[in-house]
């Protein structure tokens, strides 16, 4: 496949994967886990994958992104 333009590809299975390996090393030691969603602007797909993974909560320091 050949892109015209850089792009970010996530693999979501290997990202879910290592946030449920991260709350889950976290939560065993009592820290809150936030996942800033600036770097990908809050897309939809993904944020919806992320809160299944059981972290405590989003933070992003665009108004815009947090409304979606």
């Given amino acids: 496949m050949i892109y015209l333009y850089p792009q970010v ?8 994967q290592n946030i449920k390996y991260l ?13 800033v ?3 990908f602007c809050a897309y939809p797909d993904i944020v919806k994958h992320i809160v299944d993974c059981g972290i ?13």
């Fill in 23 to 35: 709350v889950d090393k976290c939560t065993r030691r009592g820290v809150k886990v936030w996942i």
């Fill in 9 to 16: 590809v996530i693999n979501i299975n290997k990202y879910k």
């Fill in 37 to 39: 969603t600036k770097s």
């Fill in 56 to 68: 405590d909560g989003l933070a992003d320091s665009r108004i815009q992104n947090l409304k979606k």
